[in-house]
């Protein structure tokens, strides 16, 4: 590593710095993404500085030894091709080897895979980044449960993995969150909608039954307010795929999962009807 590079832990002083990188990369999170990453792991958020100035970010997320997360590596353009970008994920990698990660997980672009690919992640499965504008009116509304989040525990711990309950509470207080439950008060389904930058994310969302989930997508987008809307799928839905399509969704960008180590946890892909986010899973 360069002279000239220092990596530190991120702290809240830093979130200036981190938000206005994320905007000038053109990603959608809000600065209250960023205070939830850091939340949720203190010390395992990260900047690069160059010379003593501020260069790059990355975070991690733990959600137990079985599975980590790496997330929100950018880079300042005008700090690029200084090798910030590598170093920061070599450190992320260190920090969560170090810390007990058995697997550690990240969403790669095809730009950013090269790079994974050297470093020994290997391939998953892939998924995309659906966009629409203006869906205010998506049909049929479900009528929801309680959005209590301690309930849906099983269902997503089978859907995602592993227990990411800390995360899932973090998210639904940013979100619109449906939990939608069998006449027999059995949850069936859940998904949250929250606002970014550029567009509402719609994640994550997780059901076992195709007619639940269709339902709980469409009240979700029919919060949306005729707002521009992400929403990220896993291609192993193909009915979350065909959903979208005939929403008048139009694919945005690939992106493939990726592992480092052990995925003795996988999850059932073709369960989630949206991702929580890039960042985080």
Not at 49 to 58: F, H, K
Not at 225 to 233: K, N, S, Y
Request: some cysteine; charged content about 20%.
């Amino acid at each position: 590593m360069s002279a000239s590079l220092k990596i530190r832990t991120l702290t809240e002083a830093d979130l200036g710095f981190a938000d206005a990188v994320r905007e000038l990369a053109g990603w959608n999170q809000l600065p209250g993404d960023w205070l939830r990453l850091l939340r949720h792991d203190p010390d395992g958020c990260f900047i690069a500085e160059w010379d003593g100035q501020p260069a790059g970010t990355a975070t991690t997320t733990s959600y137990s030894n079985d599975l980590a997360w790496i997330g929100m590596v950018i880079v300042h353009p005008d700090m690029r091709r200084r090798g910030i970008g590598n170093a920061l994920l070599e450190h992320c990698i260190g920090h969560l080897q170090q810390s007990g990660a058995r697997c550690i997980k990240l969403d790669a672009t095809p730009l950013g895979k090269t790079v994974y690919d050297q470093l020994g992640f290997k391939d998953e499965w892939s998924l995309a980044r659906w966009e629409a504008e203006g869906l205010d009116k998506c049909g049929e509304i479900a009528t929801p449960a309680p959005a209590d989040v301690t309930r849906i525990g099983s269902l997503d711990d089978e859907s995602f993995g592993v227990d990411r309950s800390r995360m899932l509470h973090a998210l639904a207080a940013q979100s619109h969150t449906i939990v939608q439950a069998s006449s027999a008060n059995l949850v069936e389904g859940y998904g949250m909608l929250r606002p970014g930058r550029n567009a509402s994310y719609l994640g994550p969302a997780v059901s076992t039954d195709e007619a639940v989930g269709r339902k709980i997508v469409h009240s979700l987008l029919s919060l949306s307010e005729g707002r521009r809307v992400f929403w990220d799928i896993p291609d192993q839905n193909s009915a979350a795929v065909a959903m979208a399509k005939q929403l008048g969704f139009t694919q945005q960008r690939v992106l493939t999962r990726m592992y480092l180590g052990e995925n003795a946890k996988p999850g059932a892909p073709n369960n989630i009807w949206a991702l929580a986010a890039p960042e985080i899973g």
